[in-house]
C-alpha cells in the first residue's frame, strides 16, 4: 500500500509538471523566472504534499509521522550543521538578485513545499511504515532511504542519464535526511534542511545559462559525510534509549 501511495504521489507530480509545462521547453529543475517557477514547482508539488496530507490524515498517523522517539547519539548533530553550512556557501545569491525577490521568494516556497512534501511521505509515511510492519531501525533506514532515491528515476525523461547521478546523491542525501528526523526528534528540521538543501542547487541554475562551480561543494559535502557517518556508524545509536521502542533499533 505504502509503494501505491508513492506511485500516485509521483503521478500527482509528474503529471501536473507536464500538463503545465507543455510546449514550453523549460528545462527542470532549473526555472528562469516567476512564470516558470510556479508551473514547474509550485502547483505540483503543492498537490503531492495535499495529497501526502490527505494520506497521512486518513491513516491517523500525524504524530508517529510528525514526532521520533529513536533517537541517536549527539554527535549526529554534526549532519544537520554541515548540511546547513553547505546550503549557505552554495546559493546563488547574485543569480537570485538578477531574478529580483518576487522570484527568490517564490522558488524559496517551492522547495520548501518540495522539503516537507518529500520528508511527509518518505521520512514520514514510510519510515512509519516499516517500522509498523517489524523492520528493525537499519532496515527501515535502508529502504526507505532506497525507494526515495528510485522515486526520483520520475525525472529519467526530462534529465536524461544524469538522473542516475541524481539518484544515488538522493540515497545518500535521503539517509541523512533520516538521521537528522532521529537526532532531533521529529520532522520538521529534516524538512526545513531538505528545502534550503534544494532551494541552494537550484539557485545555481537561474542565471541565464551560467554554469557555476559551487554544486561541486555539496558534492562534496555529501562524501564527506558519508564518510564520517561510516566511520561512525556503530556509535549512532544509543546503547539504551530507555524505551521499548528504542530497544528495537
Do not use: C
Not at 503545465?20 to 528562469?32: E, I, K, V
Not at 549527539?74 to 538578477?98: E, F, H, K
Not at 516537507?116 to 517489524?134: A, C, D, Y
Request: positive net charge; charged residues 15%.
Amino acid at each position: 500500500m505504502y509503494l501505491l501511495f508513492v506511485v500516485v504521489y509521483l503521478a500527482i507530480g509528474q503529471g501536473l509538471g507536464h500538463a503545465l509545462t507543455r510546449g514550453s521547453h523549460l528545462r527542470h529543475p532549473t526555472p528562469p523566472d516567476v512564470d516558470a517557477t510556479w508551473r514547474m514547482l509550485t502547483v505540483p508539488v503543492a498537490a503531492t504534499l495535499l495529497f501526502t496530507v490527505a494520506v497521512i490524515t486518513a491513516l491517523r498517523w500525524w504524530r508517529p509521522v510528525w514526532r521520533d522517539d529513536r533517537p541517536v547519539r549527539s554527535w549526529v548533530i554534526v549532519v544537520p550543521i554541515v548540511m546547513v553550512v553547505s546550503i549557505v556557501l552554495v546559493t546563488d545569491y547574485g543569480g537570485l538578485a538578477d531574478r529580483g525577490w518576487v522570484f527568490t521568494l517564490l522558488l524559496l516556497l517551492s522547495t520548501m513545499l518540495i522539503g516537507f512534501s518529500e520528508e511527509l511521505m518518505f521520512r514520514g509515511v514510510g519510515v512509519v511504515t516499516f517500522r509498523g510492519n517489524g523492520y528493525r531501525e537499519g532496515k527501515v533506514a535502508l529502504w526507505s532511504t532506497i525507494i526515495f532515491g528510485v522515486a526520483h528515476l520520475a525525472n529519467l525523461s526530462s534529465e536524461g542519464l544524469r538522473t542516475l547521478v541524481q539518484v544515488v546523491a538522493t540515497i545518500i542525501a535521503g539517509y541523512f535526511l533520516y538521521l537528522i528526523r532521529r537526532r532531533t526528534g521529529g520532522i520538521l528540521a529534516a524538512a526545513l534542511v531538505h528545502g534550503g538543501w534544494d532551494f541552494s542547487l537550484i539557485s545555481n541554475g537561474v542565471a541565464g545559462g551560467q554554469t557555476r562551480g559551487l554544486p561541486i561543494v555539496a558534492i562534496v559535502v555529501l562524501i564527506v559525510l558519508a564518510v564520517v557517518v561510516f566511520v561512525g556508524r556503530k556509535r549512532i545509536t544509543p546503547v539504551s534509549t530507555g524505551s521499548a521502542a528504542g530497544s528495537r533499533t
